[in-house]
């Protein structure tokens, strides 16, 4: 089944999930512990979330459709005893939206049941499916994650222990992968050897802990550790816990965009913390795009830190000018343009109180289609600002994501269509900025990271096949992102 960019075409981004596992000496209640590791990553899926706990060698999971606290309650968390879990969060782009694609997925096979969750994107995972079911493979899902499941099962079959499988298995898949796998003694963690996606290891006396963010493992109880290399595997046991490095050494090229948008604030993703890193991009903003004005607001909630930065390099006063309602639907589930139109009001509306009289600086993570900003500038002048000046805390978007990220097909793409000063009359701002793509690295205050910036640049670090680049150009392509 194919799916395209098309049917829900929201200005958000989403980064398609987040992972969480624990091997728990019994310090921490597996299920609770990832209930409330899901809750902090709930960000990063909205869709569906679940979690599957070994209790004794015998892996028994909850998943559905919906939010963290519509999915669990204490019955269900109460049902899932164990000494082990992994958990996911899920955000699909489209037609992927059923509860068979809800993660974490188990698989049963000769040498028993292992559960998987997976963040990121596979590039050859096309050429690896059909490859699969010519030979006879069934699969129950359309995402690339059970395609990472059919081959460590495969090579499990062929070798002496389950890590050793998922070592082989890095060998055949390519593109972006933060995944947890769990048998039934031991828990497995590895990440691409690019690091596309983040993945952090915590401990809590006995227990080890690993998630997406570190606010997840602040949530759970756990200190942070250290962040898993780029293609680095780590096995927790009743042996301890053993690093594999065999793929390790590649040019590391963690999404750029996790610090400008998709990971919480409050998260430190590779030495970097999140909040700094935003208030960067408004310091940069400033410095390169100075304007008069009364002052600065931001658009919540990744808006705000890099106004924050605007303010204290440009000495313009930050307040609140937008309000969030948090407790709102996504636009992009509406059923027609119009009203993911009128959404847009519900879910951001000016503080008149803020704005009125006052030039305004105005604060955004990014611009994708373009759908967007008009309106929230035709709100903020509504509400009586004299002037908008748009301030955008990431490059214009160039190319599409292949690695996990929704970014749409150039055609789509308001900066592949428009010149920047173009986007700015679209827009109806007085004036228009973007960071440029030169001071990323000044952004990550000039450490050594690696970073992928091909949505602004075109340069994929990672193989990408020719069907996959010519589908994404149509708009569609034939698997969901995990």
Request: net charge negative.
């Amino acid at each position: 089944m194919a799916f395209s960019f098309d049917n829900f075409p929201t200005e958000e981004l989403h980064e398609e999930c987040g992972v969480f596992g624990i091997y728990s000496d019994g310090t921490l209640n597996p299920a609770y512990a990832s209930y409330n590791g899901l809750l902090s990553l709930q960000h990063r899926g909205q869709e569906s979330c679940g979690i599957a706990v070994n209790d004794c060698g015998v892996i028994d999971y909850h998943k559905d459709m919906g939010l963290v606290t519509e999915v669990f309650n204490n019955s269900v968390l109460d049902s899932l005893p164990g000494q082990m879990a992994v958990a996911h969060v899920r955000y699909s782009t489209a037609g992927g939206s059923i509860r068979e694609n809800s993660q974490p997925l188990v698989m049963r096979y000769i040498k028993g049941v292992i559960a998987i969750a997976h963040n990121g994107n596979l590039t050859n995972a096309v050429e690896i499916r059909r490859e699969l079911e010519h030979r006879g493979a069934i699969f129950q899902t359309t995402i690339d994650s059970e395609v990472i499941a059919y081959i460590i099962a495969r090579e499990r079959i062929k070798c002496h222990s389950v890590e050793e499988a998922v070592r082989r298995a890095m060998y055949q898949i390519n593109g972006a992968y933060s995944l947890l796998v769990m048998s039934p003694r031991k828990l497995i963690a590895a990440r691409d050897p690019f690091g596309f996606r983040p993945l952090c290891m915590g401990k809590i006396n006995g227990t080890y802990v690993f998630a997406s963010e570190s606010c997840a493992l602040d949530a759970a109880g756990a200190e942070f550790v250290r962040d898993v290399e780029p293609g680095e595997i780590i096995v927790v046991d009743e042996n301890g816990i053993k690093s594999i490095k065999d793929h390790c050494g590649a040019k590391k090229a963690l999404c750029v965009f996790e610090y400008i948008y998709f990971a919480r604030t409050d998260s430190i993703i590779d030495g970097i913390g999140v909040y700094e890193a935003r208030k960067q991009a408004g310091r940069i903003l400033a410095r390169e795009f100075p304007v008069d004005a009364d002052l600065v607001i931001g658009v919540p909630e990744s808006g705000i830190d890099a106004a924050i930065g605007y303010s204290e390099y440009s000495g313009i006063p930050y307040e609140k000018g937008i309000v969030k309602n948090n407790y709102i639907g996504r636009t992009f589930i509406k059923p027609s343009q119009k009203e993911r139109m009128k959404s847009v009001r519900i879910k951001l509306n000016p503080l008149g109180t803020s704005v009125k009289g006052k030039r305004v600086v105005m604060l955004d993570d990014s611009i994708v289609r373009g759908t967007t900003c008009d309106r929230i500038v035709k709100m903020l002048k509504d509400a009586g600002a004299k002037e908008v000046h748009l301030r955008i805390s990431s490059p214009p978007f160039m190319w599409p994501c292949y690695y996990g990220t929704d970014i749409p097909s150039r055609e789509e793409l308001i900066a592949c269509n428009h010149t920047v000063e173009e986007i700015g009359k679209i827009s109806g701002a007085d004036s228009i900025g973007f960071l440029p793509a030169e001071y990323l690295s000044e952004m990550l205050f000039h450490k050594d990271c690696g970073y992928c910036d091909a949505c602004f640049s075109g340069n994929y670090p990672a193989e990408t096949t020719t069907k996959m680049l010519q589908g994404k150009e149509r708009g569609g392509m034939e698997f969901k992102k995990c």
